[in-house]
């Protein structure tokens, strides 16, 4: 795509957020402070290894955010992982930070380092908002949650359809393997902005406490190595249902590859994953949430291949799981699980038991 058409992609996105500026006088402008954390204990045991016993503060993160009008606000995200920074270990990065205007319901704007939506949890990734200790595996080699970049977005929500359109920097063809594309990910740094990526969601809402949505996004990824563009595309369909003490999530994804040469003879990636889970504390007739629940996961980086055969199966990984998910109030849970993952290729298996904590406000 030429420079042209690059500006006026983004001209679109934040033209009609200044034309419809308008102030209220009687309005107090307003900083507020949220944040997330968690806690967690994994204990993992792989066919013919010795077991990985490991207890780590994951996440730290806090948000603010500024409201300089009812319709226009600043809103940033700050992450620090594993406790601290030092040599290699450890991150801290900068997961939103976007000027965001609110003209109505039905349209808003945001610009700076924004989040694409893709799936549920890459928007909305709190402790208390999941079942399980660790987030879904295809969550994170799928998606890859959690994905964030500088770039622009309109978003709304009209007659319980909610929509966002969003254009960002694009993803580094260099770090796509059979893995996937989550070594792709820029994370705003000094981004590439050759190629930009294009990504469009559409949700349902209209029915109390389902969610039904599915997202595009699309981009000729650049390699920075070669003079080749390596282009993804990437549709994933996503189902949450939390009402009358049922919890239901589905979650489906498949990505295509323009260059399969460029990967290792990759074609595409594929994965899903489905949870089940019930409150039985509302048979107890108490407050606190009480959710057992049971996952199957299904998920292969590089579901198809020039070659077929065996590197079809090579990172082919299904997942059993059952845990138990307790909220003694919305924003604080408790978590324990175990799970068994199993590789198709060598038929290897890895037991896992976690426990976690995780707050949100």
Same mark, same amino acid.
């Given at each position: 795509?030429?420079? /042209?058409?690059?500006?006026?992609?983004?001209?679109?996105?934040?033209?009609?957020?200044?034309?419809?500026?308008?102030?209220?006088?009687?309005?107090?402008?307003?900083?507020?402070?949220? #944040?997330?954390?968690?806690? @967690?204990? !994994?204990?993992?045991?792989?066919?013919?290894?010795?077991?990985?016993?490991?207890?780590?503060? @994951?996440?730290?993160?806090?948000?603010?955010?500024?409201?300089?009008?009812?319709?226009? =606000?600043?809103?940033?995200?700050?992450?620090?992982?594993? !406790?601290?920074?030092?040599?290699?270990?450890? %991150?801290?990065?900068?997961?939103?930070?976007?000027?965001?205007?609110?003209?109505?319901?039905?349209?808003? $704007?945001?610009?700076? &380092?924004?989040?694409?939506? &893709?799936?549920?949890?890459?928007?909305? @990734?709190?402790?208390?908002?999941?079942? =399980?200790?660790?987030?879904?595996?295809?969550?994170?080699?799928?998606?890859?949650?959690?994905?964030?970049?500088?770039?622009?977005?309109?978003?709304?929500?009209?007659?319980? /359809?909610?929509?966002? $359109?969003? &254009?960002?920097?694009?993803?580094?063809? *260099?770090?796509?393997?059979? =893995?996937?594309?989550?070594?792709?990910?820029?994370?705003?740094?000094?981004?590439?902005?050759?190629?930009?990526?294009?990504?469009?969601?559409?949700?349902?809402?209209?029915?109390?406490?389902?969610?039904?949505?599915?997202? $595009?996004?699309? +981009?000729?990824?650049?390699?920075?190595?070669?003079?080749? +563009? +390596?282009?993804?595309?990437?549709? %994933?369909? @996503?189902?949450?249902?939390?009402?009358?003490?049922?919890?239901?999530? $589905?979650?489906?994804?498949?990505?295509?590859?323009?260059?399969?040469?460029?990967?290792? #003879?990759? %074609?595409?990636?594929?994965?899903?994953?489905?949870?089940?889970?019930? +409150?039985?504390? =509302?048979?107890?007739?108490?407050?606190?949430?009480?959710?057992?629940?049971?996952?199957?996961?299904?998920?292969?980086?590089?579901?198809? *291949?020039?070659?077929?055969?065996?590197? %079809?199966?090579?990172?082919?990984?299904?997942?059993?799981?059952?845990?138990?998910?307790?909220?003694?109030?919305?924003?604080? &849970? /408790?978590?324990?699980?175990?799970?068994?993952?199993?590789?198709?290729?060598?038929?290897?298996? *890895?037991?896992?038991?976690?426990?976690?904590?995780?707050?949100?406000?």
């Amino acid at each position: 795509m030429n420079n /042209f058409l690059k500006i006026t992609a983004l001209a679109t996105l934040t033209i009609p957020a200044i034309l419809f500026a308008e102030d209220d006088e009687f309005f107090t402008p307003k900083s507020t402070i949220g #944040g997330y954390g968690e806690l @967690h204990y !994994n204990h993992s045991k792989a066919d013919g290894s010795d077991a990985e016993k490991i207890l780590d503060f @994951h996440r730290f993160v806090l948000f603010y955010s500024h409201a300089w009008t009812p319709k226009w =606000s600043f809103k940033s995200e700050v992450e620090l992982e594993h !406790n601290f920074v030092k040599e290699g270990q450890g %991150e801290l990065e900068l997961e939103q930070a976007y000027i965001d205007y609110h003209h109505s319901d039905e349209f808003g $704007f945001q610009v700076g &380092v924004v989040l694409p939506s &893709v799936g549920l949890i890459n928007e909305w @990734h709190e402790p208390p908002l999941f079942l =399980s200790v660790e987030r879904p595996s295809y969550s994170k080699n799928i998606i890859p949650t959690t994905w964030f970049g500088n770039g622009a977005a309109i978003y709304g929500n009209v007659k319980g /359809f909610d929509y966002k $359109f969003t &254009v960002m920097e694009g993803l580094d063809a *260099t770090g796509f393997s059979s =893995s996937g594309i989550r070594s792709g990910r820029q994370k705003g740094f000094e981004s590439n902005a050759e190629d930009l990526l294009y990504n469009f969601r559409l949700n349902y809402t209209g029915v109390n406490g389902l969610l039904v949505g599915t997202s $595009f996004s699309y +981009n000729n990824a650049t390699h920075v190595d070669s003079s080749s +563009n +390596n282009s993804v595309s990437l549709f %994933e369909f @996503h189902a949450k249902y939390d009402a009358n003490n049922f919890v239901g999530v $589905f979650e489906l994804g498949n990505i295509t590859y323009g260059e399969p040469d460029l990967i290792g #003879g990759v %074609e595409s990636s594929f994965g899903y994953y489905l949870d089940l889970g019930y +409150n039985v504390g =509302s048979f107890m007739n108490c407050d606190t949430k009480i959710i057992p629940f049971f996952r199957w996961e299904d998920y292969n980086t590089a579901a198809k *291949t020039e070659a077929g055969g065996d590197s %079809e199966k090579a990172n082919h990984l299904t997942t059993w799981m059952v845990g138990l998910s307790v909220k003694p109030i919305d924003q604080v &849970v /408790f978590k324990v699980d175990y799970g068994v993952s199993k590789n198709e290729l060598s038929d290897a298996k *890895t037991k896992m038991f976690n426990f976690g904590a995780g707050y949100m406000f």
